[in-house]
T-cell receptor, first 113, second 115 residues
């Protein structure tokens, strides 16, 4: 089966600009996650979707981050405006359901200058 | 209470040796403990996972040991190979609508296996 697809692979922007990341989960996977991985740290959950509904977004900085999963398949994560501390790898993961293992994409590496 | 603490931060092992990485948690609601392997430029990949109803799980050269009373679990890599050189993350999540599927990751251990 095809894995989790993410684009772009790399993005460099200046602070205060906006950026968007796209994720296409494994076919049939109902649950989708966005994680932030700062260099040298473990991934940190930002938001969890079940189909097209948000299960948990308690760790999402909602003043600048937004995410959606229209039609319960693809998802986009947006940052507006970006800050220097947003420099990280943004990982998308999906699972068949809430109790199944997570499969990660290769991430988008964001550099904010 | 949501933290998972991982050690060591880095580890160097000779080829053929045993690599051991340890993790500790506080939240007793956690009931799923996976280990992920991550190579540079790639996303984390599930290596092996355990639930607290067993004390050990083995898959090939990889073994998880679980101590429920101490709230600790560890990854053992037997006969370590240079291809095992990667960053390893322990993680934990729990059941219930507030916890299920939400993995809390440790800080990671960078393993280098010398030929």
């Amino acid at each position: 089966e095809a894995g989790v697809a993410q684009s772009p692979r790399y993005k460099i922007i200046e602070k205060r600009q906006s950026v968007a990341f796209w994720c296409n989960p494994i076919s049939g996977h109902a649950t989708l996650y966005w994680y932030q991985q700062i260099l040298g740290q473990g991934p940190k959950l930002l938001i969890q979707f079940q189909n097209n509904g948000v299960v948990d977004d308690s760790q999402l900085p909602k003043d600048r981050f937004s995410a959606e999963r229209l039609k319960g398949v693809d998802s986009t994560l947006k940052i507006q405006p970006a800050k220097l501390e947003d420099s990280a790898v943004y990982l998308c993961a999906s699972s068949r359901d809430l109790n199944s293992p997570l499969h990660f994409g290769n991430g988008t590496r964001l550099t904010v200058t | 209470q949501q933290q998972v603490k991982q050690s060591p931060q880095s580890l160097i092992v000779q080829k053929g040796g045993i690599s051991i990485i340890n993790c500790a948690y506080e939240n007793t609601a956690f009931d799923y403990f996976p280990w992920y392997q991550q190579f540079p430029g790639k996303g984390p990949a599930l290596l092996i996972a355990i639930r607290p109803d067993v004390s050990e799980k083995k898959e090939g050269r990889f073994t998880i040991s679980f101590n429920k009373s101490a709230k600790q679990f560890s990854l053992h890599i037997m006969d370590s190979q240079p291809g095992d050189s990667a960053t390893y993350f322990c993680a934990a999540s729990g059941r219930g609508s507030s916890n299920t599927g939400k993995l809390i990751f440790g800080q990671g251990t960078t393993l280098q296996v010398k030929p």
